[in-house]
C-alpha cells in the first residue's frame, strides 16, 4: 500500500450515530418544551460540533446563550447514557479497518464531537483498530481549522504526502485541504455528494470497499495521469462526480449520432435514459442486434487505464473494441477511478482477473473465472476473452479519442 496512514471523521463517516444524536436532543428539547426534531433533521442540523446541533434544534426565538448551555447540559447528560443504543458502525467498515490494520496503516480518528463521547465510541466499536481519537477539546480549534489535525497527524507518525482524510461532510473536505492532505468524500454519510465536490473532494466512494484500491495506489495524481495521456495524443478531463461527468456527455453528445459498446459504466451513468430529450443512443444492450459501428461519438468505457497513459479492453464479440479503433469520428472512453492501474502491465492483469472475471459472472458464462474470479486462460466454448485491444495512441483517422476520467467507482 502507498498509503501510511488514514484519518477518520467519525459521526456519518465510521458510525452512523444519527438515531441517539436525535434522541438525545429530543430529551434537551423536550425537558424545556420545545418541538422535537426528526430523524432527517438532525440530519441536516448536524455538523460543527454539538453546541452547534442543540443550537440549530432551539426555535430561533428562544435561542439565548443560556438556553443554549442549559439544553447542551441535557444533551450531554442525554447522549452519554445513549450513546451507544441505536449508533452502529456502516456496514463494510469494520472490515476495510481489519484490513488497514493488516497491511500496516496508521488510523487516528478526528471528530468534533466532545473528546469523552468520541473516544468513548471509538474504545467501544473499534477496539485497537483505531490508534488514536481525537474529539474536540478544550482550547483547540474545530474543523475545519487545521491544528487537530497536523497533531493527530504527528502523533500517528504519518507524512501529508501518504496520508488520505476521509469524511461525509464540506466541513472534513475543507479540514483535508487546510491541512493540505488528500480530501475522499464517502456519501453514506450525513450529506450529499455535490457538497462534498463542492467543498474539494478529491474522489467520492460510495461504500467503504471502495476505499481499498485508493490506499493501494495512493491519492490521486490527476496532473501526471492526464500528462501521460495527452502526451500520447489523447484527449483528457477529469470529473470528480458522475454528475458532472454525465452532464459533459450528454451536452457533447447532443445532437449528434451516438453508439456504445457493452458497458456497466454506462448503466450505472443512467444510459440511455440520460440521454433521452438530447439524443438518439444506438445501443445493443436497448435493441438486440443493433450494432452501429460508424456514429459521429463512440461511448466506451475500459477495462483499466494505466496512468503511464494506455486503454486496455478485453471482448468477446468484439464490437466494442473494434469500435474504438474504425468508423467511428471521435470516441470517448469514461472511466471511474476503479479503472485506474499504476502501469501497462498491471492493467493488463485488471482486465484479465478483475474485470473479465466479473463480467463472465454476470452473463452465467461457464468459465473457470466465473467460479474463483481468476483467468485461466481457458479453452472453453464460453470463453468471454476473445480479443484484447491496448490503445497506445488515438487512431490515426480518428477525429478525436479522448479519455474521462470519473472520481468514483463505476462498473467493473
Ligand atoms: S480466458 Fe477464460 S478464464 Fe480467463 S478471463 Fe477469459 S473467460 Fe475467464
Not at 423536550?30 to 446541533?53: C, K, M, P, S, W
Request: hydrophobic content about 40%; glycine content about 8%; some cysteine.
Amino acid at each position: 500500500m502507498k498509503i501510511t496512514t488514514a484519518i477518520f471523521d467519525l459521526d456519518g463517516t465510521l458510525l452512523n450515530t444519527l438515531g441517539d444524536l436525535c434522541d438525545s436532543v429530543n430529551y434537551a428539547m423536550l425537558r424545556h418544551g420545545f418541538a422535537a426534531v426528526t430523524e432527517e433533521e438532525t440530519r441536516v442540523r448536524v455538523g460543527n460540533g454539538v453546541r452547534n446541533l442543540v443550537t440549530r434544534c432551539i426555535p430561533e426565538e428562544k435561542r439565548t446563550e443560556a438556553m443554549i448551555d442549559n439544553c447542551l447540559d441535557d444533551f450531554r447528560t442525554a447522549y452519554g447514557e445513549r450513546m451507544m443504543n441505536r449508533t452502529q458502525p456502516y456496514d463494510g467498515i469494520i472490515p476495510l479497518l481489519k484490513k488497514l490494520k493488516k497491511a500496516g496503516v496508521s488510523v487516528g480518528v478526528l471528530s468534533n464531537k466532545y473528546d469523552l463521547a468520541a473516544k468513548s465510541l471509538i474504545r467501544h466499536f473499534f477496539g485497537d483498530l483505531v490508534q488514536v481519537t481525537y474529539g474536540e477539546r478544550p482550547d483547540t480549534p474545530r474543523k475545519p481549522d487545521p491544528t487537530s489535525t497536523l497533531q493527530l497527524l504527528r502523533e500517528l507518525g504519518g507524512d501529508a504526502t501518504t496520508t488520505l482524510y476521509i469524511g461525509d461532510s464540506a466541513t472534513d473536505m475543507q479540514t483535508a485541504k487546510n491541512a493540505g492532505l488528500c480530501a475522499i468524500g464517502v456519501t453514506w454519510g450525513f450529506r450529499a455528494a455535490d457538497e462534498l465536490t463542492a467543498a474539494g473532494a478529491d474522489a467520492l466512494v460510495h461504500e467503504p470497499a471502495e476505499l481499498l484500491p485508493l490506499f493501494e495506489r495512493g491519492p490521486l495524481a490527476v496532473d501526471a495521469i492526464c500528462k501521460a495521456f495527452t502526451e500520447r495524443g489523447f484527449g483528457f478531463t477529469y470529473f470528480p462526480t458522475a454528475a458532472d461527468a454525465l452532464s459533459y456527455l450528454t451536452n457533447t453528445c447532443a445532437g449528434k449520432s451516438v453508439s456504445l459498446g457493452g458497458s456497466m459504466t454506462f448503466k450505472e451513468l443512467g444510459f440511455p435514459e440520460a440521454f433521452v430529450g438530447s439524443t438518439a443512443v444506438h445501443w445493443h444492450w436497448v435493441k438486440q442486434g443493433e450494432f452501429f459501428q460508424t456514429p459521429d461519438i463512440y461511448l466506451s468505457s475500459a477495462n483499466a487505464l494505466s496512468e503511464t497513459g494506455e486503454v486496455v479492453n478485453i471482448d468477446g464479440a468484439c464490437n466494442r473494441v473494434s469500435g474504438t479503433l474504425f468508423g467511428p469520428k471521435r470516441c470517448i472512453f469514461v472511466c471511474g477511478i476503479n479503472k485506474l492501474c499504476p502501469d501497462l502491465q498491471s492493467a493488463i492483469d485488471r482486465a484479465r482477473n478483475v474485470a473479465a472475471p466479473l463480467n463472465a459472472k454476470r452473463l452465467e458464462k461457464k468459465t473457470p473465472c466465473a467460479v474463483d474470479g481468476k483467468c485461466h486462460d481457458c479453452k472453453s466454448p464460453d470463453r468471454i476473452c476473445r480479443a484484447m485491444v491496448i490503445h497506445m495512441g488515438p487512431p490515426q483517422r480518428m477525429e478525436r479519442c479522448e479519455i474521462v476520467l470519473i472520481g468514483e467507482a463505476l462498473g467493473y
